[in-house]
């Protein structure tokens, strides 16, 4: 992260003036007491999130025997934290205790605050006389603080059983500010695909979940990635069920059971990833929607499209999920229905009315511009996509052309491809007013068998300036005043463990002209 000097030497007034305002919490002592392990408590990791000026979220959580909860007892357990400056520790700012309750796995969640903004900070857990690996986390530059260049990842889609997260490696080498991920963070169920094995072939209760997050969180590219910077989060389908919409299943699983089912998952991607306590979920339903500003440069709105849509459109009596839908499905163009639900988007609709920020990023899981599917006459659309709920994609787009939003990005994953949008004022029309940039990342690991057939309706399509769904990884953006430039990060087979990578293409939106173009070289 480059930012002015102005904010540097702002950033540092305020680390000295907190430093003398109030002792430093490291005089308060580690815990030590006589629980032992059965093994390294830490094997999972350790990871940071939802950052904010003040501080961040860090997360552990004590697994000796990752798929065995059992193994770690069932007492609670005292567990110390150690913040510092650097990673040495030589230079601690604070440390403090939590305690790791069997009712949440034995993991913990710290929300850590009373930093300076716009620097990095180094963490690190102990527990029974052992201490965890060393986590990097970010705070946020002030809102309105003058910002010359910022980094940040997203990326989507991690199936364990497809193949290695080695995407990560790649993501660290590059040095991102942020990392955000848009959903399928784990998959509920296993595919069949086989090269890694799940231990669990559909998970519904909450030790199956616990079992599905921890086995993806021994990947150590994973453990990686979360290491090295802070993350922001929201869900899609497979955190839970696929395609599942609201309380309504896929399999049309009775609503009462189902979200049984939704409450069990909910808490352990809770317990298992560095999400704030205000997240925390109650049931079945958690406030995972939020606002992330970066000085004067960004805001980032992370959106939930899962827990609050209406029903997929024009569905079969045996098919409750995705599936292509014809032009003649009504019940798609019904401006009622909303994939947000009515007070995310009202949310939305202030937050992007009030923004200061010069870029502003709507980050979810969909894909949001129209795909006709349909090679020639007629046309099919994706209904799980805002193309099956096109009253609140033409609400968003009417907010942002009324409310003249200062560069709007929108980001999103589900797909396992990648695509380059403008988003069209009247996508049937390719002269009309381009009001948005779309940027689809692929998946970190999951297959696409569609590249062909989909390649082939770009002819109907001339909004979508790219479709790729050959190749996995992620996207990386850097952004400065005046541009925002998109690599497409590709990685070979990821069967193989050896890592190669490479910027399949580059795109850049210029200031004030909202659409990709496609980078010179």
Known sequence: ??????????????????????????????????????????????????????????????????????????????????????????????????????????????????????????????????????????????PGAALDRFKFAFASCQNYEAGYFKAYRDMVEQDPDLIVHLGDYIYEKS????????????????NDYRQVHAISKLDKDLQMGHAHASWIFTWDDHEVANDYAADQDENFEPVDTFLKRRAAAYKAYYEHLPIRAAAKPKGPDALLFQRVTIGDLMEVHMLDTRQYRDDQPCQLPDDGGWRLIPDTCEERLDPKRSILGYDQERWLTWGLSRTQAKWNVMAQGMLFSKHDYQVGEGEKFGSEYWDGYTGSRDRLMQTLENRNVSNPVIIGGDVHATYVCDVKKDFDDPASATLASEFVCTSITSGNWNHDRNAATLVDNPHIKLYEGRHRGYSLCTLTPDQMTTDLRVVNDVRSSKLEARTLKSYVVENGKPGPQLASG
């Open 1 to 142: 992260m480059k930012v002015s000097r102005r904010h540097l030497l702002r950033g540092a007034s305020l680390l000295g003036a907190a430093a003398f305002a109030r002792p430093l919490l490291a005089t308060t002592p580690w815990i030590t007491g006589s629980v032992k392990f059965i093994d390294y408590p830490f094997k999972l990791g350790v990871a940071s999130g939802d950052p904010i000026p003040t501080g961040f979220v860090i997360w552990t959580r004590l697994a000796p025997s990752p798929l065995d909860a059992a193994a770690t007892g069932s007492a609670p357990i005292p567990v110390g934290y150690e913040i510092a400056l650097d990673d040495q520790f030589k230079q601690p700012v604070q440390t403090g205790s939590v305690v790791a309750y069997p009712a949440n796995a034995h993991a913990v969640h710290v929300d850590v605050e009373g930093l300076a903004p716009g620097r990095p900070y180094f963490y690190r857990f102990k527990a029974g006389g052992e201490i965890s690996p060393t986590g990097r986390a970010l705070t946020t530059p002030l």
């Open 191 to 206: 595919y069949g695909d086989g090269f890694r094995r799940s231990p669990v072939a559909d998970a519904r209760s909450l």
